[in-house]
């Protein structure tokens, strides 16, 4: 393989997986996720109050550790059934903080048990936490022209973030700061963050463009 290709690969933020595709840096770390999850759009309601609280826990830590950890996460909250998990009393916080398969976050188990409430009221407001979250979806005229290295690096939030995150606040959400509403929406495929030449970036645009948005 030609080693400038190789370098200016590396220089895009992309490198060259073992079959030969081309993908952003951070594959390796998390293959599955990042090939086949990280992007694509996600309108169930549970997957998706799933992923806000994984964000929850991932706030000040690292993705893969929570990554890594997932199926721990989903036995201990019954599998993100919010309507279960709203009904959590103090002696499942004593038995959450004895679980070490999971990270044992005092203030993180509440504000889960929290937003687990808060997603019951919102479906109310709503219909679904899809039809919610999806209201946030940036207009294609808002998003940059290429997103190249340089705007991944740089990139923390963004005005529909802070606006979800507020909102979120304003109904008694917790932990759900704008970092972690940017992570959420790239997570939930609200956005494609894949870097412009990775071949996952045009699968995850694909199945953007063929969603039915929940209303």
């Known amino acids: 393989m030609d080693e400038h ?3 200016d690969l590396m220089a895009a933020g992309l490198i060259l997986t ?6 952003c840096y951070w594959q390796p770390s998390m293959p599955d996720y990042h090939d ?4 694509k759009p996600v309108v169930d309601d549970r997957r998706l109050f799933e ?4 964000e929850g826990f991932h706030s000040g830590m690292s993705w893969q550790l929570i990554y890594n950890k997932r199926e721990n996460f989903r ?3 019954q599998d993100f059934d919010f309507h279960k998990v709203a009904q959590f009393t103090e002696d499942d ?3 959450l903080m004895e679980d070490k398969s999971i990270v044992r976050n005092r203030a993180k188990i509440l504000s889960t048990i929290n937003n687990a409430k808060r997603a019951i009221e919102l479906v109310d407001e709503a219909g679904s936490l899809a039809a919610w979250f999806w209201q946030f979806e940036p207009a294609e005229q808002e998003r940059p022209a290429i997103v190249d290295l340089e705007y991944w690096k740089n990139t923390k939030t963004s005005p529909e973030a802070v606006k979800m995150s507020k909102a979120l606040k304003k109904r008694g959400w917790t932990w ?5 509403t940017y992570s959420l929406m790239q997570a939930l495929g609200l956005i494609n963050d894949h870097i412009a030449g990775c071949q996952c970036r045009d699968k995850f645009e694909e199945a953007r463009r063929t969603l039915q948005r929940p209303v």
């Open 75 to 77: 036995r201990a909250f």
């Open 93 to 95: 916080v004593a038995r």
């Open 36 to 39: 086949s999850e990280w992007g």
């Open 176 to 180: 759900v700061g704008p970092v972690t």
């Open 5 to 7: 290709y190789l370098a």
């Open 18 to 23: 073992d079959d030969g595709r081309v993908c």
């Open 51 to 54: 992923k806000v609280c994984l």
